[in-house]
Each structure stands twice: as C-alpha cells, then as structure tokens.
C-alpha cells in the first residue's frame, strides 16, 4: 500500500523565518503536486513536479522533488501571516495524473 | 470559467435517508474525480471517470455509494442509506487528459455533508 508521509503535522512559524515541510512516500513516482487549503475551502494547485531534480518556486515558496529518495520539500522563505494555512502533497504512482495519494498534511500557522 | 461547481455546499440528513451531491466540472475536462475529506482519514479518493466511463471506483466504501456521470458536464454521487460516518467534505475534481495540460486537477468549493 503506498504510503505519503508528510512532516511535520504541525507547524508554528514566525514570520520572517524559514522552514521547509518534507514529503515521504513510499513508492515510484515521477510526479508529485503540492496544493494548499484554507480552512473551510477547496484545495488550491501550488505545484506539479514532473521529474526527478524539477524546482518550481512561487512568491516564497519553492518545491523541489527528488525521485531517487522519493522525497519532496515545500521549502517557506520569509514567512508572512497570509501563508497560514495546511499544505498537501500528492503523489501520481500510476503516471497518469489520475489516481492521486494525498499525505496527511502539515498545517502551517505563520504568527507575527 | 467559472471553475468546478458542486451542489449543495451544505447538506444535513438524518440517517438512513438518500444523499445525492452533484457536480459540474469545467468544460474541456475529460476526467473527474470524487474526493472524500475526513479528520480521520484524510483525503480520499473515491471514483474517478474519464469521458464519462467510471475507471477506478475502488475508493468507494461500500454499496451504499454510487457515481454516475451522464454526461460531459455533470456527475452525481449517491448515498443510500446514508450513515453519520459518512459525514465528510465532498470535493469534485476536474482535469484535462494526461499531455494536454499540466496534469493539475482543479478542486470544487466541496460539500459538507453532516449524517445525524
């Protein structure tokens, strides 16, 4: 059974710092996604990583996938409060950008 | 466009009672996807359809749930009996085919949908 593990869970950050929220997951993928949700909303697309090595940034986010590892990292620079809220990702086994695995999540509070 | 519209946004049932949500992806999409949200479970996927043909149902729970999709811009999921476990958000997803996009797929606003 494939496995997403995200961490942390949880996630209390200053603004103006840096951090970075990993994703596990436990088999073959060349694709992954980070999307975002606020509280009580619909889940936004942040990123689609297609390849092993991709890094896509967005404002002071940047994604980066290592397929080798089977690893990707949201990596946060400078915080800002707006930037509160839970972060997936989302792994694509079957290559067909279809039958995705969500991780559990890590919920990103940004206080000033 | 407007984006993938989902309906109702709220929904309160009693047990046993029939449960139907409804979903109108984005035009040009050729897949859609049903998602369940629970704190317990995540985010799951249910179905997924591609030019209206049912692919992968083995995200459904149980009898009790079933998807249609008749056609290109509207697909329903039903609950029946419905079971206070069942309360969960609902969110229907659209995307393009694999190769003509960027592989996205682009979420509803959900159904909250409370069994008592």
């Known amino acids: 059974e494939l496995k997403v593990e995200q961490n942390p869970l949880f996630l209390s950050m200053q603004e103006g710092k840096n951090y970075t929220i990993y994703c596990n997951y436990s088999t073959t993928s060349d694709r992954l996604y980070w999307y975002r949700q606020d509280p009580g909303k619909s889940l936004e697309s942040l990123f689609v990583l297609l390849s092993n090595g991709a890094v896509k940034q967005e404002g002071r986010l940047m994604a980066s996938l290592d397929t080798k590892a089977r690893l990707s990292t949201l990596h946060i620079t400078a915080a800002v409060h707006d930037l509160s809220a839970t972060y997936f990702c989302?792994?694509?086994?079957?290559?067909?950008?279809?039958?995705?695995?969500f991780g559990t999540g890590t919920r990103l509070q940004v206080t000033l | 466009d407007a984006g993938v519209i989902q309906s109702p946004r709220h929904e309160v049932t009693e047990m046993g009672q029939e449960v139907t949500l409804r979903c109108k992806p984005i035009?040009?999409?050729?897949?859609l996807f049903w998602y369940r949200q629970t704190m317990m479970r995540g985010l799951e996927l249910l179905i997924y359809?591609?030019?209206?043909?049912?692919?992968?149902d083995s995200g459904m729970p149980e009898d009790r749930f079933s998807a249609k999709m008749p056609n290109a811009s509207f697909s329903t999921l039903k609950i029946q009996p419905s079971e206070p476990r069942d309360s969960a958000v609902y969110f229907c997803a659209s995307s393009l085919p694999p190769g003509y996009g960027n592989y996205e797929q682009y979420f509803g606003p959900g159904t909250r949908l409370t069994v008592t």
């Open positions: 359809f591609n030019n209206n043909v049912p692919i992968d």
């Open positions: 989302a792994v694509d086994p079957t290559g067909t950008a279809s039958k995705l695995t």
């Open positions: 035009s040009g999409h050729d897949y």
